[in-house]
């Protein structure tokens, strides 16, 4: 059976070399709707001939465009409003042909749009709504006692919330909040209204209105695949007969599929490619029922993410601590440079490694490391420092050279605080590599975003609670290294006495 | 060999922004007990320091062992000197055994020849061997001060430098610890400097004593000599002030 499997690929894999199909990298960003796109351009690009690996649940606008620019991957499902207002930074949203002309100096092409226009929407509780008597969004500015929720990038986004505020002349004054868990926010009744895609399949669920946009504030945001001008004419002609295919309605019950029936993505996919006859072969597929099958896998990336990290961390901070912690002057520096990245906001770091690594493993393995540095050469530096200077006066007076102080009283000294500050790096990774999913690296972080994307806070759990037990466990075998190799007297910080 | 252990040649020796020695020559006999005495600041110290190239002069030379100090291989020097300070400093995370023969075992004596070396000094220092696998923290003071003592003669060097190594623990345990010294001393006799802030055990233990007042020396002779005939004032006021 097994390798019957492995021959079969095997096979696949010469055929498809053989005909000269190359594999296509496709991404997508973290939201339901996003990846659910993703996989219907997936599946139709596989049952036309195509090997697709998915790159699924990236960060954000940022992450999925710097993939794409930089080749990461060869498309990703985008919307004409925010191509053209958020990535182009125009200042309307021109016809297609016009955005295509924008991009094509980016070697990018915008292909024809499914149909839908999922544009942003504001939404509070049916009851509440009528309660109230609103129903547009101009009715907001009579009710400044209304808390609005919004998430983070509707906030920031030049199409977002500050041209809203000006465009309908609102007084409010909103608080950030992760869209997975706005709808949720509303239902506890901690806010009154957050921003909502006009698509979402979870509107039903929460029984929400959406607010009419009577000045026509919000652009279009027709979705379509947008992908690599290198990408085969093939592909893109194999893409292009979703063109026209969903309207809106069919796009929220698509969406509700998943967060509310439980389907998965792909099998959404596969059933709407069905029903529109894209799916040439007659014989059902076979999707995973079971919730998330890829915990092992998450586990074991999320191992290799923190250890590798850390590592590398230790290979090249302790050497260099001990380098540079004789000189005030360098070792202030050092510790200036390692404290600045640590400020730096862990997303904003992942986003800043794409241009530079890509996406995926090297990325994040690179910004990890870069988060472990400071505590690791911090607490080396200073434990080095610290080792009291009678002791180190004598082992100089005493003849040894300056490596036999170092291999026999320094490093003993020092390796306590030395260990605590590996500990603190070590724990702060196995927090940070969560966030490693936003750049396609895997981990725990998968499930935690997917779970939040979904609405699904047992798929979060399933992330959340692996990553604690770790958290736990390191700290509980960097105890037992401490017994093992540190004398009892020697333990704790700040305990050497001469 | 010569008659001196150590010789100070035209040594000038100053500080950031102040001149300690200017032009001081001085030598020390081989194969006794030097005691440098003098009031705090007056850079008895140093002058140890210059010894083991810990301090270096601006300018004259230092000879140690009949030889100018090399620089550039202090680590092979100071193999020659035993070296202990006040407070004794014990390497908090090696038990007593490893703290006396870390440098027998860089030097890569065999076992058996650290073990019996660190019994014969166990011997004389009175120290019980079942206290080798103890840790510092784990010994009292006066034990601690002579465990010391068998760390900077474990090499079995020719020249034993002391800077207030007796100091710090209460005067009966003092008279304790001089005594193994100077039995010591008896069995294997070496080149000893000595600083120390009190003449008393200056005059005790040292076979020639160096009078120090900042930057200058006041009288260099034997301890009878000195309290006999002080050079001048200021060394009888030292002299009285113990």
Redesign the interface.
């Known amino acids: 059976m097994m390798f019957r499997k492995i021959a079969s690929l095997i096979g696949l894999l010469v055929f498809s070399s053989l005909i000269g199909a190359q594999t296509l990298t496709l991404g997508s960003k973290m939201d339901s709707e996003g990846r659910l796109l993703g996989e219907i351009f997936a599946q139709k690009l596989e049952a036309d001939g195509f090997t697709v690996r998915r790159q699924l649940g990236l960060g954000s606008t940022s992450v999925a465009y710097q993939a794409l620019l930089s080749g990461d991957i060869d498309l990703y499902p985008e919307y004409t409003g925010t191509l053209a207002l958020s990535i182009l930074n125009l200042d309307s949203t021109p016809p297609l042909d016009q955005i295509n002309s924008h991009l094509a100096p980016l070697n990018l092409v915008a292909l024809p749009s499914l149909g839908f226009n999922n544009t942003y929407a504001m939404a509070l509780k049916q009851a509440q709504a009528e309660a109230l008597g609103i129903s547009r969004i101009s009715d907001l500015a009579e009710h400044p006692q209304l808390r609005l929720g919004l998430s983070h990038e509707f906030v920031q986004r030049n199409d977002g919330w500050p041209g809203l505020r000006e465009r309908y002349q609102l007084p409010h004054n909103p608080r950030g909040i992760e869209h997975g868990l706005a709808y949720e926010a509303i239902n506890a009744g901690r806010i009154d209204i957050t921003d909502a895609y006009a698509t979402d399949g979870d509107l039903d669920r929460f029984n929400l209105l959406l607010l009419e946009d009577d000045l026509n504030y919000f652009p279009q945001y027709l979705a379509l695949p947008l992908v690599h001008s290198s990408l085969p004419e093939a592909a893109k002609r194999s893409l292009a007969e979703l063109a026209g295919r969903i309207d809106e309605p069919r796009m929220q019950a698509l969406n509700a599929l998943v967060s509310t029936q439980q389907a998965s993505f792909a099998q959404a996919a596969d059933r709407f490619l069905r029903e529109e006859g894209l799916l040439t072969d007659a014989t059902e597929r076979e999707f995973s029922t079971r919730k998330w099958d890829r915990l092992g896998i998450n586990l074991l990336q999320h191992l290799q993410l923190t250890l590798i990290a850390l590592g590398l961390a230790c290979v090249i901070g302790l050497p260099l601590a001990i380098l540079v912690y004789k000189s005030r002057r360098i070792s202030r520096s050092v510790l200036y440079i390692a404290g600045l990245l640590q400020t730096i906001p862990s997303i904003a770091l992942l986003a800043l490694m794409i241009p530079l690594f890509g996406i995926g493993f090297l990325p994040a393995i690179i910004a990890l490391f870069l988060y472990s540095l400071l505590p690791i050469v911090r607490a080396a530096i200073t434990s080095l420092l610290t080792v ?1 200077p ?2 180190v ?9 300056r490596r ?1 102080q170092l291999k ?2 320094l490093l ?2 020092a390796a306590p605080n030395m260990l605590t500050g590996i500990k603190t790096a070590a724990i702060i990774n196995i927090g940070t590599a969560t966030l490693a999913a936003f750049i396609g690296a895997g981990g725990l972080g998968e499930p935690i975003v997917t779970g939040l994307a979904l609405n699904d806070h047992t798929l979060v759990l399933y992330g959340a609670i692996p990553a604690a037990l770790m958290a736990i466990t390191t700290e509980l075998v960097f105890e037992l290294a401490e017994r093992r190799w540190i ?1 009892a ?2 333990r704790g910080i700040g305990r ?3 | 060999m010569t008659e001196h252990c150590v010789e100070f040649i035209q040594l000038e020796k100053g500080f950031a922004n102040q001149r300690l020695f200017e032009g001081i020559d001085l030598a020390l006999p081989v194969n006794a007990v030097t005691a440098l005495v003098g009031a705090s600041g007056c850079g008895k110290s140093t002058l140890l320091q210059l010894i ?1 190239g ?1 301090a270096r002069p601006d300018a004259g030379q230092v000879k140690v062992l009949g030889e100018p100090i090399d620089y550039q291989d ?6 020659k ?1 035993g ?1 202990a ?1 006040q ?7 090696l038990n007593l055994f490893d703290n006396i023969s ?2 027998a075992r ?1 030097e890569h004596w065999s076992q058996d020849a650290i073990t019996q070396r660190i019994h014969k000094l166990f011997n004389f220092m009175y120290l019980d061997p079942a206290l080798l696998t103890r ?3 784990e010994i009292s003071g006066g034990q601690a001060q002579r465990v010391g003592l068998c ?2 003669m474990m090499l079995d060097p020719p020249l034993l ?1 002391l800077d207030e190594a007796f100091s710090a623990v209460d005067p009966i345990t003092r008279v304790d610890v001089h005594a193994r010294f100077q039995a010591m001393q008896a069995a294997e006799p070496r080149s000893v400097v000595l600083v120390t802030h009190d003449m008393q055990e200056a005059a005790k233990l040292a076979d020639f004593m160096v009078v120090m007042d900042p930057g200058i020396v006041l009288q260099a002779d034997t301890p009878e000599q000195i309290m006999n005939h002080p050079a001048n004032a200021q060394v009888a006021r030292l002299l009285e002030a113990r």
């Open positions: 009291n009678l002791l006066q004598v082992s100089q007076g005493m003849g040894m050279t036999e026999h009283i003993p000294l004398p007297h020697m050497q006495n001469p | 083991n810990l202090l680590p092979r020097l100071r193999r000197m070296y300070v407070g004794i400093a014990l390497f908090p995370h870390l440098m860089l840790y510092p923290h760390r900077a430098l």
